[in-house]
């Protein structure tokens, strides 16, 4: 069974920064394309970023908005990735998802997501919390 796990959301004042972080199996991390979505109160869950499978270079993707504060990255030694958050805004808060695909590359995964392509599988989710 796929398992993602995340990690190192937290209650951050505005302009401060938080690294997520999104642990999966060898097999996945191998296999799977991952990203990361939020989803914000009464909001659609919205795409961040993803990043291309591990014996690929790592070849990101972003959300037009949120290039530039948000950096996606990977450790294939640790079978994670990460979501490095800068100069965090109140309206950055959210529930963060890591997710996985087995079809998309990662310059696809925007797209899909505006069409609600089902993901393989999703993490459960970390909490941040962005306080002016």
């Known amino acids: 069974q796929v398992q993602l796990v995340e990690s190192g959301g937290g209650l951050v004042q505005a302009g401060g920064s938080l690294r997520l972080s999104c642990a999966a199996s060898a097999s996945t991390f191998s296999s799977y394309t991952m990203g990361w979505f939020r989803q914000a109160p009464g909001k659609e869950r919205t795409f961040i970023a993803s990043i291309s499978r591990s014996w690929n270079s790592a070849t990101t993707a972003y959300a037009d908005s949120m290039k530039g504060r948000f950096g996606i990255s990977k450790d294939i030694t640790k079978n994670t990735i990460y979501l490095q958050m800068n100069n965090l805004k109140p309206e950055d808060t959210a529930v963060y998802y890591c997710?996985?695909?087995?079809?998309?590359?990662?310059?696809?995964?925007?797209?899909?997501?505006?069409?609600?392509?089902?993901?393989?599988?999703w993490g459960q989710g970390t909490q941040v919390t962005v306080f002016a």
């Open positions: 997710a996985s695909s087995s079809t998309l590359r990662p310059e696809e995964w925007e797209a899909a997501a505006r069409r609600k392509t089902p993901l393989d599988y």
